[in-house]
C-alpha cells in the first residue's frame, strides 16, 4: 500500500531539522504544512542583511565529508556544487609557523600519518602522546558517554602543548564547549569519524553562499514536493481534538493534522509540550528532563580589508581565543579589487558575552595581527561582531539518556532537532538526522529516510569490524 495521503502532518520550524523531516514526508506522499515563527528558513542556520554594514551576515557553518545526510539532502536539493572542498587543514601559531593536516598514500588510519609527523606545531613526544591517545579510536569511540573528555586527556596521559596544539582546537571547534563540558563519546566520534576512517569522511566542506541563501534551494524542493511553507508563522501551543486530530493556530490561522512533528530547540519543545499537559491535565514532558540540557555560544567577529590579508581559504589558530579564520571573500571568489571579508570565530564564548562589541574587535584584530602581519598595511574599511549566545546544545557527560527518541508516547506527536537522540552533537548533520528519524518514525520505519554511512577504508576496514 502506497503512503499516499496516508498522512497529513504539521512540521513546527523549518531549522535544517524541520525541512529535512518535510522534505522525506512529503517524499513519501505525506501532505506537509511547515510553520515557522521567523521570516526566513534556516533556523540558527541562518543568515541576514545587516543595515548598518550592508552586507549579509552569518555565523561560518562548516561540514565534514562523513556527515552524510545533510550532503544527501544538498544533492537531492542540487546545491552540493556550493559547498567548497578542502582536503587540508592549515594549523598557524603566532608568528605565523604553519603545520599542515593532510592526507597522503598511506592507507587509513595512518592517511595523515606523514604530514602529522612532520607538523612543527608538536614536539616528538606530543606527537607520541596524541598517537596514542587517537588509537583508542581506532575501532570506534565509546558508547558510554559518562566520561568527561578532561578526565580522558589526564588518563591518557596528554602533553600540556597536544592539548593546546592539537586536542582544544578540534574539540572545542567541532563540540563548542570546554573539556569538562564534552563527553569523551563525542570527542571520540569526531576523531574516530573525520580524522581516522578515511580521507572523504574529513575532507572540510564550506557554504560558498551566505547560509539562508544556501539552505534555500531546500525550502525550494519542500515547495516544488507540494509542502506548505508558511514563514511568520509561529504557533504557541498544541492540543488534541477529537478523531485523534492535532490542532495548531499560527498567523491567525487553525492547523489541523494527524501527526505533528515538533522540530524547535528544546527550550521551545519544552513549552509546547507544557502547553499540551495543561491542555489535556496530563504529564506531556514526564519523559524528557529538559533541565539537562544546557547550550554554549560562539562569537564571530567579521572584518572587511582593502585587501587579501591571509593568502588562506581558511585556518585554525593556536594560542588564541580565535579558533578559526575564514577569509570569505577567498572562498567566495571574489574578485581581488572587491578586497577581504574574514570571519573569525570564537568558540565556547563565554567571557565574550560581557565583554563590549569594541573590546571583542580591538582584542580580536591584536591577536590576528600576530599570524597575518599584512593586516598592518591594510585598511579595515568595517567592522562587525556577531553574538549567539545559544548557539548549540552542550554533549555534557552522561546526556545521552536524557536526549529523547523523535516517537512519543503521544500517538502522532513527534520531536525532532540536534538535541533529540541522533547520536550525533549539535551540527546540521544531527538536524538532519532527526528530522528524517522523526520522519522514519511518523512512517513506521525509523530508519527509512537515513543516508548510508561513509564506507571505512584501508585498514579501518578491518579495525572497524573488530
Ligand atoms: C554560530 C553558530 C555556528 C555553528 N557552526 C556549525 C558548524 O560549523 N557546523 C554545523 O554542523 N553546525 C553548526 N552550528 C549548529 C547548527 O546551526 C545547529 O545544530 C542546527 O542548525 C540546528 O538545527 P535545528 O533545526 O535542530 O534547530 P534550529 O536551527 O534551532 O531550528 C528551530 C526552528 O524552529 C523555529 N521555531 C521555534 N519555535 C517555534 C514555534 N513556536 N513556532 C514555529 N517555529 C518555531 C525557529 O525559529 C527555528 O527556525 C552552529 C550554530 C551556530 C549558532
Same mark, same amino acid.
Given at each position: 500500500? &502506497?503512503?499516499?495521503?496516508?498522512?497529513?502532518?504539521?512540521?513546527?520550524?523549518?531549522?535544517?531539522?524541520?525541512?529535512?523531516?518535510?522534505?522525506?514526508?512529503?517524499?513519501?506522499?505525506?501532505? @506537509?504544512?511547515? *510553520?515557522?515563527?521567523?521570516?526566513?528558513?534556516?533556523?540558527? %542556520?541562518?543568515?541576514?542583511?545587516?543595515?548598518? *554594514?550592508?552586507?549579509?551576515?552569518?555565523?561560518?557553518? @562548516?561540514?565534514?565529508?562523513?556527515?552524510?545526510?545533510?550532503?544527501?539532502?544538498?544533492?537531492?536539493?542540487?546545491?552540493?556544487?556550493?559547498?567548497? /572542498?578542502?582536503?587540508?587543514?592549515?594549523?598557524?601559531? !603566532?608568528?605565523?609557523?604553519?603545520?599542515? $593536516?593532510?592526507?597522503?598514500?598511506? !592507507?587509513?588510519?595512518?592517511?595523515?600519518?606523514?604530514?602529522?609527523?612532520?607538523?612543527?606545531? *608538536?614536539? *616528538?613526544?606530543?606527537? &607520541?602522546?596524541?598517537?596514542?591517545? $587517537?588509537?583508542?579510536?581506532?575501532?570506534?569511540?565509546?558508547? +558510554?558517554?559518562?566520561?568527561?573528555?578532561?578526565?580522558?586527556?589526564?588518563?591518557?596521559?596528554?602533553?600540556?602543548?597536544?592539548?593546546?596544539?592539537? /586536542?582544544?582546537?578540534?574539540?572545542?571547534?567541532?563540540?563548542?564547549?570546554?573539556?569538562?563540558?564534552?563527553?569523551?563519546?563525542?570527542?571520540?566520534?569526531?576523531?574516530?569519524?573525520?580524522?581516522?576512517?578515511?580521507?572523504?569522511?574529513?575532507?572540510?566542506?564550506?557554504?560558498?553562499?551566505?547560509?539562508?541563501?544556501?539552505?534555500? !534551494?531546500?525550502?525550494?524542493?519542500?515547495?516544488?514536493?507540494?509542502?506548505?511553507?508558511?514563514?511568520?508563522?509561529?504557533?504557541?501551543?498544541?492540543?488534541?481534538?477529537?478523531?485523534?486530530? /492535532?490542532?495548531?493556530?499560527?498567523?491567525?490561522?487553525?492547523?489541523?493534522?494527524?501527526?505533528?512533528?515538533?522540530?524547535?530547540?528544546?527550550?521551545?519543545?519544552?513549552?509546547?509540550?507544557?502547553?499540551?499537559?495543561? &491542555?489535556?491535565?496530563?504529564?506531556?514532558?514526564?519523559?524528557?528532563?529538559?533541565?539537562?540540557?544546557?547550550?554554549?555560544?560562539?562569537?564571530?567577529?567579521?572584518?572587511?580589508?582593502? #585587501? +587579501?590579508?591571509?593568502?588562506?581559504?581558511?585556518?585554525?589558530? $593556536?594560542?588564541? #581565543?580565535?579558533?578559526?579564520?575564514?577569509?570569505?571573500?577567498?572562498?567566495?571568489? /571574489?574578485?581581488?579589487?572587491?578586497?577581504?571579508?574574514?570571519?573569525?570565530?570564537?568558540?565556547?564564548?563565554?567571557?565574550?558575552?560581557?565583554?563590549?562589541?569594541?573590546?571583542?574587535?580591538?582584542?580580536?584584530?591584536?591577536?590576528?595581527?600576530?599570524?597575518?602581519?599584512?593586516?598592518?598595511?591594510?585598511?579595515?574599511?568595517?567592522?562587525?561582531?556577531?553574538?549567539?549566545? #545559544?548557539?548549540?546544545?552542550?554533549?555534557?557527560?552522561?546526556?545521552?539518556?536524557?536526549?529523547?527518541?523523535?516517537?512519543?508516547?503521544?500517538?502522532?506527536?513527534?520531536?525532532?532537532?540536534?538535541?533529540?537522540?541522533?547520536?550525533?552533537?549539535?551540527?546540521?548533520?544531527?538536524?538532519?538526522?532527526?528530522?528524517?528519524?522523526?520522519?522514519?518514525?511518523?512512517?513506521?520505519?525509523?530508519?527509512?529516510?537515513? %543516508?548510508?554511512?561513509?564506507?571505512?577504508?584501508?585498514?579501518?576496514?578491518?579495525?572497524?569490524?573488530?
Amino acid at each position: 500500500m &502506497s503512503d499516499s495521503n496516508q498522512r497529513d502532518v504539521i512540521v513546527v520550524g523549518a531549522g535544517v531539522a524541520g525541512l529535512s523531516a518535510a522534505v522525506a514526508l512529503a517524499d513519501a506522499g505525506a501532505d @506537509v504544512t511547515l *510553520l515557522e515563527r521567523r521570516p526566513y528558513i534556516g533556523g540558527r %542556520a541562518y543568515s541576514y542583511d545587516h543595515p548598518a *554594514l550592508e552586507e549579509t551576515i552569518d555565523s561560518q557553518h @562548516v561540514v565534514v565529508g562523513c556527515c552524510t545526510n545533510i550532503l544527501d539532502l544538498c544533492n537531492q536539493a542540487g546545491m552540493a556544487d556550493t559547498i567548497r /572542498w578542502y582536503e587540508e587543514l592549515t594549523f598557524l601559531e !603566532p608568528g605565523g609557523r604553519r603545520s599542515l $593536516l593532510r592526507p597522503g598514500s598511506l !592507507p587509513a588510519p595512518a592517511h595523515q600519518a606523514v604530514s602529522f609527523l612532520r607538523a612543527p606545531m *608538536l614536539s *616528538l613526544r606530543d606527537k &607520541s602522546a596524541i598517537a596514542t591517545g $587517537l588509537a583508542r579510536f581506532f575501532r570506534g569511540y565509546p558508547a +558510554d558517554d559518562t566520561e568527561s573528555f578532561a578526565t580522558w586527556l589526564k588518563r591518557t596521559g596528554q602533553t600540556e602543548r597536544a592539548i593546546r596544539h592539537f /586536542w582544544e582546537p578540534v574539540v572545542v571547534g567541532a563540540l563548542n564547549d570546554t573539556f569538562e563540558r564534552c563527553s569523551v563519546k563525542y570527542a571520540g566520534k569526531v576523531f574516530h569519524e573525520s580524522f581516522l576512517r578515511s580521507a572523504p569522511a574529513g575532507r572540510l566542506g564550506i557554504p560558498a553562499a551566505p547560509l539562508s541563501e544556501f539552505f534555500s !534551494p531546500i525550502a525550494d524542493l519542500a515547495r516544488r514536493k507540494g509542502v506548505a511553507v508558511k514563514l511568520k508563522a509561529g504557533i504557541e501551543s498544541i492540543e488534541q481534538v477529537p478523531g485523534n486530530r /492535532w490542532q495548531v493556530q499560527a498567523g491567525g490561522e487553525t492547523y489541523t493534522a494527524s501527526s505533528v512533528v515538533l522540530a524547535t530547540s528544546f527550550k521551545q519543545t519544552e513549552s509546547l509540550l507544557m502547553s499540551l499537559s495543561a &491542555s489535556t491535565g496530563t504529564e506531556a514532558v514526564q519523559n524528557v528532563d529538559f533541565s539537562r540540557f544546557t547550550v554554549a555560544p560562539i562569537t564571530t567577529v567579521h572584518l572587511w580589508y582593502d #585587501r +587579501d590579508v591571509t593568502g588562506l581559504d581558511h585556518a585554525v589558530l $593556536l594560542d588564541t #581565543r580565535i579558533q578559526w579564520v575564514f577569509a570569505k571573500s577567498r572562498i567566495r571568489r /571574489w574578485p581581488a579589487e572587491r578586497g577581504s571579508y574574514l570571519e573569525l570565530v570564537i568558540s565556547a564564548s563565554w567571557p565574550e558575552l560581557d565583554m563590549g562589541r569594541e573590546e571583542i574587535l580591538s582584542s580580536s584584530i591584536q591577536e590576528l595581527e600576530q599570524f597575518f602581519p599584512a593586516i598592518k598595511q591594510a585598511t579595515l574599511i568595517k567592522s562587525g561582531v556577531l553574538k549567539e549566545a #545559544r548557539a548549540t546544545f552542550s554533549v555534557t557527560p552522561g546526556l545521552d539518556r536524557f536526549r529523547p527518541k523523535q516517537a512519543t508516547q503521544w500517538p502522532g506527536l513527534y520531536l525532532a532537532g540536534d538535541w533529540t537522540a541522533t547520536e550525533w552533537p549539535s551540527t546540521m548533520e544531527g538536524a538532519v538526522r532527526s528530522g528524517r528519524l522523526a520522519a522514519g518514525a511518523l512512517m513506521g520505519d525509523a530508519n527509512r529516510f537515513m %543516508a548510508p554511512e561513509l564506507p571505512a577504508q584501508g585498514l579501518m576496514r578491518w579495525l572497524n569490524r573488530q
